[in-house]
T-cell receptor, first 116, second 111 residues
């Protein structure tokens, strides 16, 4: 069965500082991994996805994530935080293939706050 | 127009009432999903459908039912609403499960 664990329900960084949001996954098959962002009063928006190609994945708004199989991790980073990055971020995993296991399982979310 | 449209955006209903949340999409995707979001719990899957004739229960389907009226329409019903069904509900679509497109959500309050 697939699952994700997001370490830290709330992360606060200063504007201009490095953003690091942690995600570890568990999957019985090669996983597809995702990061989604949710701004207040909005739905979720795909930031980036890993689908077994390059292990370093670049997404929108300057975010990137690195797939590390040995550590079962898919941490999200951004070199310099902006105030507009304040949102909730969700890590998610999906098994590959067309089977019913290809539905996506979400982590519990990490709320990112940016200090001026 | 949005790719995935949910109606209503907000709803307050009384305990015991039947309520339907509707979702329509213009993405042309076969797969549609209903999730609920609760603070600290992330999104949990209620039901999903891979085509018009395919309906599957997710991890928290008790108290809910769905109908896939067409490829583009997937509705969620609460037959007899209860207060712990108060949550934010999201519909999503996907192609081959490689990333979802979400609607803007329905905020449901059961009093």
């Amino acid at each position: 069965a697939q699952s994700v664990t997001q370490l830290g329900s709330h992360v606060s960084v200063s504007e201009g500082a490095l953003v690091l949001l942690r995600c570890n996954y568990s999957s019985s098959v090669p996983p597809y991994l995702f990061w989604y962002v949710q701004y207040p009063n909005q739905g979720l928006q795909l930031l980036l996805k890993y689908t077994s190609a390059a292990t370093l994945v670049k997404g929108i708004n300057g975010f990137e994530a690195e797939f590390k199989k040995s550590e079962t991790s898919f941490h999200l980073t951004k070199p310099s935080a902006h105030m507009s990055d304040a949102a909730e971020y969700f890590c998610a995993v999906s098994a590959t293939g067309y089977s019913s296991a290809s539905k996506i399982i979400f982590g519990s979310g990490t709320r990112l706050s940016i200090r001026p | 127009d949005a790719d995935v449209t949910q109606t209503p955006r907000n709803r307050i209903t009384k305990t015991g009432k039947r309520i339907m949340l509707e979702c329509s999409q213009t993405k042309g995707h076969d797969r549609m999903y209903w999730y609920r979001q609760d603070p600290g719990l992330g999104l949990r899957l209620i039901y999903y459908s891979f085509d018009v004739k395919d309906i599957n229960k997710g991890e928290i389907s008790d108290g809910y039912s769905v109908s896939r009226q067409a490829q583009a329409k997937f509705s969620l019903s609460l037959e007899s609403a209860i207060p712990n069904q108060t949550a934010l509900y999201f519909c999503a679509t996907s192609d081959q499960g490689h990333g979802y497109t979400f609607g803007s959500g329905t905020r449901l309050t059961v009093v």
